[in-house]
């Protein structure tokens, strides 16, 4: 399989899709509450706690949300928070 087509497949894997939107909606969070930018995380860090492990697991149905999917979505929210504090404090 060549580069190409292997960046082709990614693109088209909803793991990636799903992790690059929770992602970058934690960026896009943690950047508009500007100078709160790292209180603004810590609470979006125990929102989105919550929202992963308690809310999807009881309440997403189709399909059902499993542990290890809650798990990769509140990975993707980590990364994005880190990636939007650290362009806050950095630039």
Request: aromatic share 16%; proline share 2%; net charge negative.
């Amino acid at each position: 399989m060549n580069l190409l087509s292997s960046i082709g497949k990614a693109g088209e894997s909803q793991g990636f899709i799903a992790w690059n939107a929770h992602m970058f909606f934690a960026a896009f969070v943690v950047l508009a509450c500007g100078r709160y930018a790292v209180a603004g995380a810590c609470v979006f860090f125990i929102a989105s706690a919550i929202k992963e492990f308690w809310f999807d697991l009881r309440y997403e149905t189709a399909p059902p949300q499993t542990l290890t999917d809650s798990a990769i979505d509140f990975a993707g929210y980590l990364s994005g928070l880190v990636l939007g504090c650290v362009w806050v404090l950095v630039v």
